[in-house]
């Protein structure tokens, strides 16, 4: 396949993409040289202008229609994330469905975007003066996106930096680049400026970095990990930054839970893309009433889940994105052992793909229960008092969403405003998202806002008007 740059399709020195289930090639993708990363520069200053003065219906137009067109290549968007991710089909197909969705709350959003005025008589002296301030377009915003959600994720910087009128240049994980070129050509089937949209591939620490450095870009807006998005915020200069980053997310289940609910939502919070969300349900900590409950019913839902071949429907896991990968999983689940974790499920791995795992009483200190795994596994855990589990669940450098499930009011209020997250979920899985929600992290999780709104917010300027009326 082939890039986009200012909107024309251009190869290069190939790069393979690859299945992750079982390494074959998939299709190749260029390797931007030096000469195509100013052209997608130079051509998105022009392109900026061009947005500028495109007005809102004209931007809101164009997000709708690649709604439209995102539907109408359903099944090969899916096939593609299939591929290149190794997600399940359903995993695909929600993700295809979800982006669509996305364009469609940017088309509303576009329409919206207006500043207030100001109340200049509150301040003596200036009562003769009127103004306000509104909202103008950032200019050029560049969009890094990672591996695990290539196509919903590039929506959450493409869709809102269109809405706000800038021009934008995508720069794709390099595992995962497919879905989203073929996401540009339909942006450009939709009436996108052609100078103000490039989605150019090839690697981070060289073409990401250049983008991040230039001075004529200003937002880079950021899904990764966290040491990318240090070196980003180092390099980058003077720019507005957003962040989002990862996480090891925990979940806190009181005794008076519904533990049906509790246990589906550890399962759908804790293995969907294998455990490979900014979001996954990493630590459970669990009252230590219904502890063996709760263990004995994740452990009988988790060894349902079938794991196997992603292209195959019926099929509830596919593998982790590579080998690597895979190998640094099934290390940090060993060394929780070598500990003193139980292992109560899963922990077997062959290539790629790593059996669905549940530990228990795990200590503090290992891998999982301080790091992102980016894996399919739970550490379960027990807790006497919510003191406790909160004063856990905080124990971390991350914080960017926590759930509670309980159906005591005081805990869940508790839990709300102790918990040090970006979001904190009550009585449903800490994966739930809805992407008009404002979404980031505190802490090392990152830097700023998505979510539609959010997210138009971050990348716009405030220009503020005033006006000396002379009475
Ligand atoms: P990653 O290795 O940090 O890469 C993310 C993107 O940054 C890729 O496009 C990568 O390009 C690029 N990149 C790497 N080095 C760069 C540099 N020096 N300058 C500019 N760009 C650079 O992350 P990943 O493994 O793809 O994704 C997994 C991570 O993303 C996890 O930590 C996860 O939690 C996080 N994540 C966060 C959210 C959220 O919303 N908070 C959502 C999803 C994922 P290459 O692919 O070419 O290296």
Request: proline fraction near 4%; aromatic fraction near 6%.
């Amino acid at each position: 396949m082939k890039m986009l740059v200012a909107g024309e399709k251009v190869g290069g020195k190939e790069l393979p993409v690859v299945f992750p289930y079982d390494g074959s090639v998939v299709d190749v993708v260029p390797d931007a040289s030096d000469e195509d990363i100013e052209r997608a520069l130079s051509k998105a200053v022009e392109g900026a202008t061009v947005m500028k003065k495109t007005p809102s219906w004209k931007r809101a137009e164009i997000l709708e229609k690649t709604a439209k067109l995102i539907m109408s290549n359903l099944e090969k968007l899916t096939d593609l994330l299939v591929l290149e991710v190794g997600k399940t089909k359903r995993e695909a197909r929600s993700e295809v469905i979800r982006t669509a969705e996305l364009f469609k709350m940017c088309a509303e959003e576009a329409r919206r975007i207006h500043g207030e005025t100001l109340p200049f008589d509150s301040l003596k002296g200036s009562e003769s003066k009127r103004g306000y301030f509104v909202r103008e377009p950032a200019g050029v915003v560049v969009a890094i996106t990672p591996f695990n959600v290539p196509l919903a994720l590039c929506a959450h910087k493409v869709g809102p930096a269109i809405a706000a009128g800038n021009a934008v240049i995508v720069k794709p994980a390099t595992k995962t680049p497919l879905s989203t070129i073929v996401l540009g050509e339909l942006l450009l089937e939709a009436g996108m400026p052609p100078e103000a949209l490039s989605v150019i591939t090839g690697s981070g620490s060289r073409v990401g970095m250049k983008l991040v450095k230039d001075p004529r870009v200003r937002v880079v807006s950021f899904t990764g990990s966290v040491s990318t998005g240090e070196t980003i915020a180092k390099e980058a200069g003077l720019k507005k930054l957003c962040m989002e980053l990862g996480s090891n997310t925990p979940m806190i289940v009181c005794e008076s839970a519904d533990i049906t609910k509790a246990v589906k939502a550890t399962v759908s919070g804790g293995f969907s893309i294998a455990g490979q969300v900014c979001i996954s349900v990493q630590r459970v900590y669990v009252h230590k009433k219904i502890f063996d409950e709760f263990l004995s019913m994740l452990k009988i839902s988790v060894e349902s889940l079938k794991v196997g071949d992603p292209r195959d429907e019926s099929t509830d896991m596919g593998p982790v994105i590579d080998e690597a990968n895979a190998g640094r999983i099934e290390e940090w689940l060993n060394e929780a052992v070598r500990k003193g974790a139980k292992l109560v499920t899963g922990g077997e791995r062959t290539g790629t793909l790593i059996q669905p795992t549940v530990l228990a009483q795990v200590p503090k200190g290992t891998f999982i229960m301080t790091e992102e795994l980016f894996g399919p596994a739970v550490a379960v855990n027990e807790f006497e008092s919510l003191e406790e589990a909160i004063h856990e669940a905080n124990s971390t450098k991350y914080g960017l969403q926590a759930a509670i499930f309980t159906n005591n009011l005081q805990e869940a209020f508790k839990a709300i405003e102790e918990l040090q997250f970006g979001g904190v979920i009550v009585n449903e899985t800490a994966r739930y998202r809805a992407d008009f929600m404002p979404y980031g992290g505190y802490k090392m999780s990152g830097l700023g806002r998505e979510g539609v709104r959010f997210a138009i917010e971050e990348m716009t300027e405030i220009k503020c008007i005033v006006v000396e009326t002379g009475k």
